[in-house]
């Protein structure tokens, strides 16, 4: 994960070698797997949609309203996008939003993930 994270995302598109994986796309895979390090007990479907949403950072996740992101992230998981990562699951409702604000009010640094 140290790799994934520290790694240039043009430079992992480039050696996959994959028309599907793009810098962008590995810039996802970096922001899911900092939420996943840093949120205590965030599923990775659950970064999955928060970075589709563009909520990247746990501290600006920890201050937002429960209400605003379930929003979003329904938004998000109506999508075709969405529904691929959910694969027939209930999209998050606002216990399970909730449940992400309080833990990421709790966030761990990344070096201690």
Do not use: F, Y
């Not at 965030?42 to 201050?63: I, K, N």
């Not at 399970?96 to 990421?104: D, G, K």
């Amino acid at each position: 994960v140290a790799e994934l994270l520290s790694a240039h995302p043009e430079r992992i598109a480039e050696q996959l070698n994959n028309s599907r994986v793009t810098a962008a796309v590995v810039r996802q895979w970096q922001d899911q797997a900092r939420l996943v390090c840093r949120i205590p007990n965030l599923r990775g479907h659950d970064a999955q949609l928060l970075v589709l949403c563009d909520l990247t950072s746990p501290e600006g996740l920890a201050v937002m309203d429960p209400m605003a992101v379930l929003h979003q992230v329904q938004a998000v998981a109506s999508s075709s996008e969405g529904e691929r990562i959910l694969r027939g699951s209930s999209a998050p409702d606002l216990d399970e939003v909730q449940s992400w604000i309080e833990w990421a009010k709790h966030c761990r640094a990344l070096n201690a993930a």
